[in-house]
């Protein structure tokens, strides 16, 4: 059976303070007045692009609630794979980091001392403040329209 590989990171699901947060142009960080529209539409976004049978490596902060999460997880698409314990009942796999064909998916950016090892830092955490280095690839739903990304899509940055 074949499928797709997407990532993603820092979905909130249920932290109602991100809809509280500003870029630094003053702007609104994400477009939403609660985080329970925010859910429905990350919902929908996810499950329009990710099939039941795909693979959806989630670098971090997830969500903040865990009874919401209980209701969120079950009714997005794909095989999750992940990291903290609380979390094993949503997810096939726990990592704190992984090598996926030699891209390094973390959660925080690792050091650039790194960059000799793999071809490139697959990473979270910053939400939209992307790093100006190409070698760093931020997956956070706010500078990818609060979506997964294929990872194939990814892996044309290098060919770029």
């Known amino acids: 059976m074949s499928y797709n590989i997407f990532i993603i ?36 976004k996810w499950n329009s692009i990710v099939k039941p049978n795909d693979k959806v490596y989630h670098l971090g902060d997830v969500g903040i609630n865990r009874n919401k999460l ?16 609380f979390y094993l009942q949503h997810f096939k796999d726990i990592r704190g980091c992984h090598n996926l064909d030699n891209f390094l998916l973390t959660h925080i950016p690792v050091h650039p001392e790194c960059k000799s090892r793999f071809k490139l830092n697959i990473h979270g955490h910053v939400h939209a403040n992307s790093l ?26 290098i060919q770029r």
């Open 9 to 44: 990171s820092d979905t909130h699901f249920s932290h109602e303070n991100m809809y509280q947060f500003f870029n630094y142009d003053g702007t609104k960080m994400r477009p939403w007045d609660s985080a329970e529209d925010a859910d429905d539409f990350m919902i929908e």
């Open 70 to 85: 209980d209701i969120i997880m079950p009714k997005l698409n794909g095989t999750k794979i992940f990291k903290p314990k």
């Open 132 to 157: 100006t280095d190409p070698w760093y690839y931020n997956t956070c739903v706010e500078v990818n329209n609060y979506a997964p990304i294929p990872f194939e899509e990814i892996k044309q940055v």
